[in-house]
């Protein structure tokens, strides 16, 4: 149990287009999410949180109009980096809260050329 | 905020040996200290957690301990295996806090076979 899903796992796109990743927890409901970003070598940096039905909460630093976050049901929460641009290259990793606890997706590869 | 810091940053091992890796945190509230293993390319995965009203966690090879005089908690992997390579983050939560965790900067342990 306590499985999340992310996808796609890799994407490779251009600079100025916008990706949409999915975080999905695939046998327990997930009253929070959380997204986060991983540089080489370096430890996770929470971006934002998430709850159902509400507005995410966005870390300081965090431009909520580049990353678009949306948690419509309590099973998947998608992220939309808008115009994405070179140095938004990065590792993105979602993580699910739940009852039984907090579980991370497999992560998203993200390589804007 | 919390600051939660992880030493060493690389730990190198022989097979069949132990190792342990410790973290500190600043936060005498948080009360939740999760470690978690990610391979290369993969996200996270819970290994072992403890809460603030447990001095003690062990699950086969693995164990946490935790101190809340001192603010720090320990991973403890015994008879290490080659599998066993990977990188190792502390993270501690306060409640109310909307469950966010503070992560460690993380440990990068090698099993030597």
């Known amino acids: 149990g306590a499985v999340v899903s992310q996808h796609p796992s890799w994407v490779i796109c251009k600079s100025g287009t916008s990706v949409k990743i999915e975080c999905r927890s695939l046998?327990?409901?997930?009253?929070?999410m959380f997204w986060y970003r991983q540089f080489p070598k370096q430890s996770l940096m929470l971006m934002a949180t998430?709850?159902?039905?509400?507005?995410?909460?966005?870390e300081q630093g965090v431009e909520k109009d580049k990353f678009l976050i949306n948690h419509a049901s309590l099973t998947l929460s998608t992220l939309t980096v808008t115009s994405a641009h070179p140095e938004d290259s990065s590792f993105y990793i979602c993580?699910?809260?739940?009852?039984?606890?907090?579980?991370f997706g497999p992560g998203t590869r993200l390589t804007v050329l | 905020g919390e600051n939660v810091e992880q030493h060493p940053s690389t730990l190198s091992v022989q097979e069949g040996d132990s190792a342990v890796i410790k973290c500190t945190y600043s936060?005498?509230?948080?009360?939740?200290f999760p470690w978690y293993k990610q391979e290369l390319g993969k996200g996270p995965q819970l290994i072992i957690d403890?809460?603030?009203?447990?001095g003690e966690k062990k699950d086969q090879r693995i164990a946490v301990t935790l101190n809340k005089t001192a603010k720090h908690f320990s991973l403890h992997i015994t008879e290490t295996q080659p599998e066993d390579s990977a990188v190792y983050f502390c993270?501690?939560?306060?409640?109310?806090?909307?469950?966010?965790?503070?992560f460690g900067t993380g440990t990068s342990l090698t099993v030597i076979p």
């Open positions: 998430s709850n159902e039905g509400s507005k995410a909460t966005y």
């Open positions: 993580s699910a809260r739940g009852k039984s606890g907090q579980f």
């Open positions: 403890i809460r603030s009203n447990v």
């Open positions: 993270a501690a939560s306060i409640p109310n806090t909307g469950n966010q965790f503070y």
């Open positions: 936060d005498s509230a948080s009360n939740y």
């Open positions: 046998d327990f409901q997930a009253t929070t």
